[in-house]
């Protein structure tokens, strides 16, 4: 599942290539997403302008000048494509909404000379909604949410005041969205070998200087992350079609049984379950 820095990648490569542009028309081939696409809806988009594409946790945020906004998850394997066959600066783009994989472009869309934004989901947990400001504020995707984990707003003070008495493990706080948002659990399995903590630890176990690496390790990660493209497990790539590189970098997720990569440490990455989800560590460099 794409976690903030995938979806952060798709956001850069959707802001290079479609921002400014008005779209020409909407077709949506097939309706079946997570939320049953409202195609009436999306049809009035015709000759809006994209404004802007922001990201919120993991979450796109595609803005018009008519005050609406289309919200997309990935799910687990949504995928944007853009085809760009007109070399020429073009100022419109071409909307197409959860497609088939196909071989062949059908033959009525190709008069076309627009660039084409193609949503595509194989699984078809990802959606798209498209909400008004008031709707976008009351979302109940976005409301509850907590600091994005690159923002000051993810600071020591919020950390410590937020574990207080809280008696919850380490790895299923940095999981819950609404204490920090956009993390999963490729990169919370990350942050927590590089902060040496064991992520079955309850947090208010955590001393002052796990926090602050917390924190820092967090930030580094994602960051890493985000300059590499992302993590390309299960065939992320972004909206270029290029695939991210972190994955490579990996010290703990997917690695049971391989040698911890700690200098000096003997251990080998366990594989265990915190709340059901897979969680990798060495149980000598984590403590
Ligand atoms: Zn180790």
Redesign the pocket.
């Known amino acids: 599942m794409p976690e903030l820095p995938e979806v952060e990648v798709v956001k850069k490569s959707l802001d290079k290539k479609i921002k400014k542009l008005v779209i020409n028309d909407v077709i949506v081939l097939n309706k079946k997403l997570r939320y049953k696409i409202e195609t009436k809806k999306f049809l009035k988009l015709k000759k809006t302008k994209i404004i802007s594409i922001k990201r919120r946790s993991k979450y796109l945020l595609i803005n018009l000048n008519n005050k609406l906004t289309i919200l997309v998850h990935l799910g687990m394997t949504g995928k944007f494509f853009i085809i760009d066959q007109n070399k020429k600066n073009t100022k419109q783009v071409f909307i197409i909404l959860w497609v088939k994989m196909m071989t062949a472009w059908p033959s009525r869309f190709t008069f076309y000379k627009h660039i084409k934004l193609i949503y595509n989901d194989v699984r078809k947990f990802g959606f798209i909604k498209l909400l008004n400001s008031k709707e976008l504020l009351n979302s109940s995707h976005l409301k509850y949410l907590g600091p994005e984990p690159l923002s000051n707003n993810f600071n020591l003070i919020y950390f410590i005041n937020y574990v207080k008495k809280l008696k919850t493990s380490i790895k299923d706080l940095l999981m819950n969205q609404k204490f920090v948002s956009g993390l999963g659990n490729i990169y919370c399995n990350e942050i927590l070998f590089k902060s040496k903590i064991d992520p079955r630890k309850t947090v208010n176990k955590l001393k002052r200087l796990d926090l602050i690496n917390l924190i820092k390790n967090t930030k580094i990660i994602l960051k890493n992350s985000i300059s590499l493209g992302g993590s390309s497990i299960k065939d992320f790539s972004n909206a270029d079609g290029r695939n991210g590189n972190f994955q490579q970098k990996f010290n703990v997720y997917g690695r049971e049984n391989n040698n ?1 990569l ?1 200098k000096g ?1 003997s ?1 080998l990455i366990k594989k265990i379950y915190v709340s059901n989800r897979s969680t990798f560590f ?1 149980s ?2 984590q403590k």
């Open positions: 911890c700690t440490c251990g060495c000598y460099c």
